[in-house]
């Protein structure tokens, strides 16, 4: 059986990683334990994880006129992303995310979005073929909301189901934006959206919060709880616990990233989606095993054998 195609509409970032001791305080310095650069991005890290998988991987987005840009282009290239829909803008820098690193490996990121911010409607119409080809099509926020809406308009009239990881959360998003199959917050981006604070950690906060995704539009919402596993709630009346699965946190940064891109590939093959949600908790753990973004992207491999030496806890 061919694997399945997922069109990724998203950002691409170069990675700026410092580690250190602790977060810094407002005006504290402190010390760092080396720095790095890295491959990044919400939609490039998705289109890595999801190749990583097996899928047939296509994206859309924007890179700057750079070195940053070029060496981005390559890496995607390398992972066997299909890139002729990502545009060199002229002029303009890639976008870059400022990511911090602690020692328990908890992550604090800055992004400055360069050509992202220039992807535009035209860009998107421009290649409807790609969400022909799509089995599913997966977009975040790191892109023009405007951009965003035309890629869920245009998935929508080819009939594709749309993967919604809403980061970085906004408040008071178009209603239409959410309109979508299943949408993908963590627990602070589900106290965004829906402006309710999780005060204290019970399912009934979580039940809260997901059915309030659903009434502003989304099909079904994946809520990613960390070390809780995740919640699914849809609205045929589907509610489920999906567990999590347990590993030594090195950081955490992309752990979502490698979460949505496993539900997108589960969905693209017909699964169930607590299926889907099982395997795209098992995802995210291995990437929180590895230093980096993309470098932490699991394989379909490593996947399954996670699953299988965890099973039914």
Do not use: W
């Amino acid at each position: 059986m061919a694997e399945p195609t997922i069109l990724v509409v998203g950002s691409i970032n170069m990675d700026l990683v410092v580690r250190a001791p602790h977060m810094p305080a407002p005006g504290e310095t402190i010390l760092g334990q080396g720095f790095t650069t890295a491959p990044g991005g919400k939609g490039a890290n998705q289109a890595v994880a999801a190749a990583r998988l097996g899928a047939t991987c296509l994206f859309l987005g924007r890179v700057g006129d750079d070195e940053f840009g070029k060496a981005l282009l390559a890496g995607l290239v390398e992972n066997g992303i299909h890139s002729h829909g990502v545009r060199v803008t002229e002029g303009v820098p890639t976008g870059v995310a400022v990511i911090i690193v602690d020692q328990k490996g908890e992550n604090s990121i800055v992004v400055a979005s360069g050509a992202n911010s220039y992807v535009t409607p035209d860009d998107v119409f421009e290649h409807e073929a790609l969400f022909a080809q799509a089995d599913v099509v997966v977009m975040q926020l790191e892109l023009p909301i405007i951009a965003v809406m035309a890629a869920r308009k245009l998935a929508a009239k080819h009939g594709k189901p749309v993967i919604l990881d809403p980061a970085p959360a906004r408040k008071n998003l178009p209603a239409d934006l959410l309109n979508v199959d299943i949408i993908t917050p963590n627990l602070t981006e589900a106290e965004i959206l829906t402006n309710q604070r999780a005060d204290e950690v019970s399912e009934r906060v979580d039940k809260a919060m997901a059915t309030d995704l659903l009434q502003m539009g989304a099909r079904s919402a994946v809520l990613k709880l960390g070390h809780r596993g995740s919640l699914v709630v849809s609205t045929n009346g589907e509610i489920a616990r999906v567990r999590p699965y347990k590993v030594d946190i090195v950081d955490t940064t992309a752990a979502g990233d490698a979460f949505t891109a496993a539900l997108a590939m589960g969905l693209a093959r017909g699964m169930e989606l607590i299926d889907a949600t099982q395997m795209a908790n098992a995802a995210g753990a291995l990437a929180c095993t590895r230093f980096g973004a993309q470098a932490a992207m699991p394989t379909a491999q490593e996947v399954r054998q996670l699953m299988a030496e965890q099973p039914g806890m």
